[in-house]
């Protein structure tokens, strides 16, 4: 399992010659394993592409990270789209006592912090759409984070 990673911010395929198309092994042999979406930035598809780093090494803005996983991680609690970052897991706080949160830029601390503020509710990895807390409150029954969302599903 992979997770394929385009940032939309250095993605420019009007300013190159959309080489991670070009050289992908896949998209050559007829794989439509990248291409270029509505939004007029790459799109990779996480379930055909072989995670051979072509498409990461050719970018010439950087705007690629394919990412390895040991193991396939189930159930994400938020996705910014397509080829977005994802979130698996919340920290859990604990009454009366300081949670920290501490991690290298971009791996989501801010995005749980807004989930366990109530000013962001997660998408379960479902990008542009609005969940129901009672689906988000369901996915964590039995776990200790569901009496702490249940307090903020009602804020």
């Known amino acids: 399992m ?8 250095r993605c420019h395929p009007k300013r190159c010659s959309t080489e991670c198309i070009l050289y992908c092994p896949r998209v050559r042999t007829g794989d439509e394993t990248i291409v270029i979406g509505e939004n007029g930035k790459a799109v990779v598809s996480e379930e055909l592409c072989v995670g ?4 990461i090494k050719k970018c010439p803005f950087e705007a690629i990270d394919i990412v390895g996983l040991p193991e ?3 159930q ?9 970052f994802v979130l ?3 920290p859990v706080p604990v009454n009366g006592r300081v949670t920290g949160i501490l991690g290298a830029n971009g791996i989501g601390k801010s995005t749980a912090v807004q989930i366990l503020a109530g000013t962001l509710r997660p998408n379960l990895g479902s990008p542009g759409k609005e969940i129901a807390w009672k689906e988000i409150l369901k996915k964590y029954t039995g776990t200790e984070l569901f009496e702490y969302l249940q307090r903020v599903s009602q804020n």
């Open 72 to 74: 396939e991680l189930t």
């Open 76 to 84: 994400p609690t938020h996705r910014y789209g397509v080829n977005g």
């Open 52 to 55: 051979c780093g072509i498409c």
């Open 2 to 9: 992979r997770i394929a990673v385009v940032y939309r911010d």
């Open 88 to 90: 698996y897991g919340l």
